[in-house]
């Protein structure tokens, strides 16, 4: 619709047809169903990914108390504070803990939103992209802050194939939701669906 206006003239804008509606109103009309299905898959969306996001949000910041390998009783300080894994290992946990509490943040406005016609041109899609990425952002963290935990115990034989192991999450959610979220981005953010470089017709 919006695509259609940019290219008639204003005048046009404003004609009815003979059951005395204009384009946008028709417009509204004939999408009402499809209107009605996207607010339902927003929301069915954002309630999954919203579980997904908490879980994070929960675990990481217990593993922010409960450093690996413990605290120095003298000090009080992570005995392995002067590794370099260790401090992988909180960078990881903060940039998780972070992205997936924005992701999080971006859901529950989706699930809040008035779902007015306008909010599914781009404010619902933005806020679905952001929410996504960083969700991916934080399960990828998620899986750095583990692998680095597993390596700061050297004398474990079992850290490598577990590290290996940690990467099929992270493959398994991102072949499934990455199509989705490249979609997106590209039907708000992309190419018109007409050649910019057309001339209008006034």
Excluded at 2 to 7: A, C, D, G, N
Excluded at 44 to 69: H, K, N
Aim: glycine share 4%.
């Amino acid at each position: 619709m919006q695509e259609v206006e940019s290219i008639a003239t204003p005048k046009a804008r404003g004609f009815v047809n003979k059951e005395g509606l204009t384009p946008q109103q028709l417009f509204t009309r004939n999408h009402e169903d499809m209107m009605s299905k996207g607010e339902k898959w927003m929301k069915d969306t954002a309630s999954s990914c919203t579980v997904v996001g908490a879980l994070i949000v929960t675990i990481m910041f217990a593993t922010a108390f409960t450093v690996p390998g413990g605290n120095d009783q003298n000090t009080g300080f992570p005995i392995f504070l002067n590794k370099k894994l260790f401090m992988v290992f909180i960078v990881s946990d903060a940039l998780s803990l972070f992205s997936s509490s924005t992701s999080v943040l971006m859901f529950l406005g989706i699930l809040t939103s008035r779902y007015a016609e306008e909010d599914f041109l781009e404010s619902l899609p933005r806020k679905m992209i952001i929410g996504l990425s960083t969700l991916f952002f934080s399960i990828a963290a998620m899986m750095t802050a583990f692998s680095a935990a597993l390596m700061l115990r050297e004398q474990s034989w079992i850290f490598k194939p577990a590290i290996c192991l940690a990467s099929i999450p992270i493959t398994l959610f991102v072949s499934m939701q990455f199509p989705l979220l490249v979609s997106m981005v590209n039907s708000t953010y992309g190419p018109s669906i007409f050649d910019r470089k057309m001339k209008r017709w006034f």
